[in-house]
């Protein structure tokens, strides 16, 4: 027999239990009596929440041993007992503990978290509505991490009306904001006014709710895109900010690095060069303790356009090389071929007259092999860009003006949707 | 604690294989002076590393030589299989029920910390 009108709620029986009260009630009350054998038996054995997560862990292992992680999902919504919201935090936490370093991995984790909210939400046991808005927020990161980022602001809808109907309802709506402002601003997105008022309204929020950590990444999202759309001088105050911020909140951190490495490439924009010198420096030394390898090097190369600049190129010919050949192992082709073309502009014009065909030849023998490989219209542009470039060469007409307007070209190619490469006005006609 | 007569377990079993107590040292990674004591019985508490060592030359497990820690593995065993039935009845209650017993446990945990 169950009467749920007179049921104790269920903590305060196991808190009953505890205290040795005798309970009269489990007497008449089969359900209740069933939830106490079992939970006795599991706060007797488990010492605490994490001796029981890692029995789910374990228990979940077991079931997904010899399934293909892309059935993950199907599998555990199979077996009724592993439909649970304990189940559900497991495998969030799981793709969380990846952080990036597996996003194939994250995404099925995810992917199984949310057919497992959803086949609670169907058998109507749903799980709490922070479980589903966290497990959705996670899916939405881990398609973003994919390059799947349709299907990314596709789940960030679906998650927004239920963020709206948890306890922390402001900030959590403020984190799907941050999540929409990063997915806008990639370059198949490219929506960058979007972006930029996705960011302000999660950094006034989450700066609100004192989420300090959040607050500052929607500030570095906002600056960021104001970098794509060339807009240094915005984004200059915006990035000490941040940069500042980073510092005092995270110390040594990656975020800090990756501030300052912004910051030093604003700033060469800005043609502030021994001052970007010095925010490239603290990248590097920060990356050094972080261990970034290509973050390193990109910026090394940041430092050494200002040092160039400063009319010091022969220092940091080393830097251009080695952070390409990084770039190039690290199978980053695009980040390759704008350094190498930010080295073939910096020896341009530190001497007019310096023979740089040869890598111009080698930037345009890569990005031809992309565009057989790939054959995204990226990368013909960038090939036609580079072809305009190879021409001036070869007859000895090449200008640092010529070469700054193909790299900005193919920065801008890179960072949003491909446009045609078109010769400066007034360019040699060939 | 290994078992008193510790070092008259490893003497049996060199015997049996009829090694020398410098085979077996070499073999173990001890010194002739540590086999020795172990053996007269002149050092009664042989470290981790030591019985590891010794375990390996002979191709046995640690626990095989020392009986703390084979009560050590015994519990351990115990705790996990507990822990087995336990997770499998927990997850057979409905959702609310399971979060009801975490619940449980993150008060209980707190408790303690708090009279700690």
New interface residues.
């Given amino acids: 027999m169950s009467d749920k009108e007179t049921c104790p709620?269920?903590?305060a029986l196991?808190?009953m239990i505890?205290a040795g009260e005798h309970v009269p009630h489990l007497e008449v009350c089969d359900d209740c009596a069933?939830?106490v054998?079992?939970?006795t038996?599991?706060?007797?054995?488990?010492?605490?929440?994490g001796?029981?997560e890692r029995?789910?862990e374990?228990?979940i292992d077991a079931v997904l041993a010899d399934a293909p992680s892309r059935h993950w999902g199907s599998v555990i919504v199979a077996s009724p007992?592993?439909?649970?919201?304990?189940v559900i935090r497991d495998l969030v936490r799981r793709a969380y503990a990846l952080d990036g370093s597996n996003a194939r991995l994250a995404l099925d984790l995810t992917t199984a978290a949310v057919a497992v909210c959803d086949a609670?939400v169907a058998s109507g046991?749903a799980?709490s509505m922070e479980l589903r808005f966290l497990a959705l927020k996670e899916h939405s990161i881990a398609l973003h991490r994919m390059g799947k980022f349709d299907e990314s602001i596709v789940v960030l809808g679906r998650a927004w009306p239920i963020a709206s109907r948890t306890q922390d309802s402001e900030r959590d709506r403020a984190v799907l904001s941050l999540c929409a402002a990063i997915v806008y601003a990639e370059p198949d997105i490219a929506k960058f006014d979007e972006a930029m008022e996705f960011a302000e309204t999660a950094a006034s929020v989450l700066d609100v709710c004192g989420d300090e950590r959040r607050a500052i990444i929607a500030r570095q999202t906002k600056a960021y895109v104001l970098l794509v759309m060339n807009r240094f001088a915005e984004a200059l105050p915006l990035l000490k900010s941040v940069t500042a911020d980073l510092d005092d909140a995270t110390g040594e951190s990656r975020d800090a690095a990756l501030a300052h490495a912004q910051l030093a490439e604003c700033l060469v924009e800005l043609g502030t060069y021994d001052e970007a010198a010095e925010h490239a420096s603290a990248a590097e030394r920060l990356h050094v303790m972080c261990g970034g390898v290509v973050d390193l090097a990109r910026a090394a190369h940041i430092r050494a356009r200002a040092v160039s600049a400063l009319g010091q190129f022969a220092d940091v010919q080393f830097e251009f090389t080695h952070a390409a050949d990084v770039m190039f192992e690290a199978k980053q082709f695009n980040t390759w071929a704008i350094m190498r073309l930010e080295y073939v502009a910096a020896a341009l014009a530190n001497d007019e007259g310096a023979d740089v065909r040869a890598e111009l030849e080698s930037v345009m023998r890569v990005c031809m092999t992309l565009g057989a490989t790939e054959s995204t219209q990226r990368q013909v542009f960038a090939a036609e860009a580079l072809d305009y470039l190879r021409q001036l060469a070869i007859r000895d007409a090449l200008t640092s003006e010529a070469v700054d307007h193909v790299r900005a070209f193919v920065i801008r190619n890179t960072s949003q949707p491909p446009v045609k490469f078109a010769r400066p006005s007034g360019a040699f006609l060939m | 604690m290994p078992q008193p007569n510790f070092g008259g377990l490893i003497r049996q079993l060199r015997d049996q294989r009829g090694w020398t107590q410098e085979q077996l040292a070499r073999e173990a990674g001890i010194t002739i002076t540590c086999l020795s004591n172990l053996e007269r019985g002149a050092t009664k508490e042989p470290n981790a590393e030591t019985i590891s060592g010794l375990a390996a030359a002979f191709g046995l497990q640690p626990s095989e030589l020392d009986s703390r820690r084979l009560a050590e593995e015994v519990a351990e065993l115990a705790r996990t299989f507990a822990q087995r039935q336990a997770i499998t009845r927990l997850l057979a209650l409905p959702d609310r029920d399971v979060e009801a017993v975490i619940s449980f446990l993150d008060e209980r945990s707190s408790k303690r910390k708090r009279q700690r």
Wanted: glycine share 0%; charged share 25%.
């Fill in positions: 709620l269920r903590v196991l808190n505890a069933a939830f054998a079992a939970a038996e599991a706060v007797t054995a488990f010492t605490d929440r001796d029981v029995a789910v374990a228990r007992e592993l439909r649970r919201s304990v609670m046991h799980p």
